[in-house]
């Protein structure tokens, strides 16, 4: 199967520039984003959890609000926009000591990642090709990338462990998405769609693609299992070295970097994105098992049992998000992608909300038991996933379109089956 480390296309290598950029401050914060807060600022575990929690939730609205707006005024302005508002408040954290600034601080820059990722996808459909699905399994792989480099980044803060060094961590996170937004100068406008014939919020009343919004959202909260629940454990139940947090994301960023296009090709229709989620939801069940089989060990049995529980979540991480770019696009109308991708978007705010709270209430409040049940709730969810690709695939007009995700006219003179080379 050929992959193309570089896209040939100008375009694509912007979005693929500026998303490299993003992620390495992304995996600075996702590395260590909580410890900051717990470590260095002293919060209790619990209230960086309820921060967190709420923080997705003012963000849950924004994103479908700000993807409609990239549909109607162009998304990469907005988009830009967006970003330099992640850096204005990522730096504030800096300035966060006690529960509310940490509040405040953080909801502007969840609101704004969920307005980035919702004005994001415009520019990913427009560019992306005939399957803008795969250009996204391809932008992922790149953002393992950044992740990775910003991982070995945090890791020297967690490990040095004084105030300078993770506010060092902070500052770095903030220029890079500074940085991204001044490197979308160079990607080419998106003029604006036509308005559309009918409801103005058509995703919010489009149920079907709500329940699929739903059921992506509450397997989204695997994202938190590696960015809070394993650090959190690691550090607090088990014997293994610190340094190891940034080693399990560095193992994960690793797999999605070699397998997220791979995976991403052969989920290349609804019906397989439903059996994707299913898998996806019964290789969460076992890593949880096995995280929660780490404590009490030696250092040594507990790295190693963190590390192969890494690698079977990252594969179910890896079936996961090629299921949500699948059924995302394939269910969205092309006038409306922002729109509706902002609404596939709750998903993720959902996660964002709930995710750290109830991690770190079943994880690392109940301990062992709490696992297994995480695991369960994924699985029960991975389950439910098909019969709700078949629900949505009802309301559709034909395969075709469910699977381009654009109208029958937007469909004429392309070749069927052709695929983007990323």
């Known amino acids: 199967m050929n992959i193309q480390l570089i896209p040939k296309s100008g375009p694509q290598r912007v979005l693929a520039a500026s998303n490299f950029v993003y992620t390495i401050g992304s995996g600075l914060h996702?590395?260590?984003?909580?410890?900051?807060?717990?470590?260095?600022?002293?919060?209790?575990?619990?209230?960086?959890?309820?921060?967190?929690?709420?923080?997705?939730?003012?963000?849950?609205?924004?994103?479908?609000?700000?993807?409609?707006?990239?549909?109607?005024?162009?998304?990469?302005?907005?988009?830009?926009?967006?970003?330099?508002?992640?850096?204005?408040?990522?730096?504030?954290?800096?300035?966060?000591?006690?529960?509310?600034?940490?509040?405040?601080?953080?909801?502007?820059?969840?609101?704004?990642?969920?307005?980035?990722?919702?004005?994001?996808?415009?520019?990913?459909?427009?560019?992306?090709?005939?399957?803008?699905?795969?250009?996204?399994?391809?932008?992922?792989?790149?953002?393992?990338?950044?992740?990775?480099?910003?991982?070995?980044?945090?890791?020297?803060?967690?490990?040095?462990?004084?105030?300078?060094?993770?506010?060092?961590?902070v500052a770095g996170n903030a220029i890079a998405f500074a940085l991204c937004a001044v490197i979308l100068v160079l990607l080419p406008p998106v003029a604006p769609g036509p308005a559309a014939d009918g409801p103005r919020w058509s995703a919010l009343r489009d149920r079907p693609y709500l329940l699929l919004t739903v059921l992506d959202g509450i397997m989204a909260v695997q994202f938190k299992v590696l960015t809070v629940a394993i650090p959190l454990w690691l550090v607090d139940f088990t014997a293994a070295p610190h340094w190891l947090v940034s080693g399990t994301m560095l193992t994960g960023t690793v797999i999605v970097i070699a397998f997220q296009v791979r995976v991403g090709r052969t989920v290349d229709s609804p019906e397989a994105g439903g059996r994707a989620y299913r898998r996806a939801g019964a290789a969460f069940l076992v890593s949880c098992a096995l995280v929660s089989l780490s404590a009490g060990l030696p250092g040594w049995a507990a790295a190693s049992l963190l590390l192969t529980a890494v690698v079977v979540h990252t594969v179910g991480e890896l079936w996961h998000a090629a299921a949500g770019f699948e059924v995302s696009f394939a269910f969205a109308p092309r006038h409306a992608t922002g729109q509706y991708l902002g609404v596939f978007g709750l998903g993720a705010g959902l996660a964002e909300a709930l995710g750290p709270g109830l991690l770190i209430a079943l994880c690392i409040g109940w301990g062992r038991p709490g696992w297994y049940v995480v695991g369960a709730l994924f699985l029960l969810t991975g389950l439910a996933a098909p019969a709700a690709v078949r629900r949505a695939g009802v309301s559709r007009p034909s395969a075709d379109t469910r699977r381009a995700g654009r109208s029958p006219r937007d469909c004429e003179g392309s070749r069927p089956g052709r695929r983007s080379r990323v």
Not at 35 to 40: D, H
Not at 93 to 101: C, E, S
């Open 30 to 169: 996702l590395t260590a984003g909580v410890l900051y807060f717990t470590q260095a600022v002293h919060l209790p575990a619990a209230q960086v959890g309820l921060g967190l929690g709420i923080a997705g939730l003012v963000a849950l609205a924004i994103g479908i609000g700000v993807g409609h707006l990239a549909d109607v005024y162009g998304a990469r302005g907005v988009y830009a926009a967006t970003l330099v508002v992640q850096a204005l408040a990522t730096a504030a954290f800096v300035l966060a000591d006690g529960f509310w600034p940490f509040v405040a601080v953080v909801c502007v820059a969840a609101g704004a990642k969920a307005a980035g990722l919702a004005a994001r996808s415009p520019l990913i459909r427009h560019h992306g090709g005939d399957r803008p699905q795969e250009f996204r399994a391809y932008l992922r792989a790149v953002s393992n990338v950044g992740i990775s480099l910003g991982a070995v980044g945090a890791g020297w803060a967690v490990q040095v462990g004084t105030l300078t060094a993770y506010r060092l961590m």
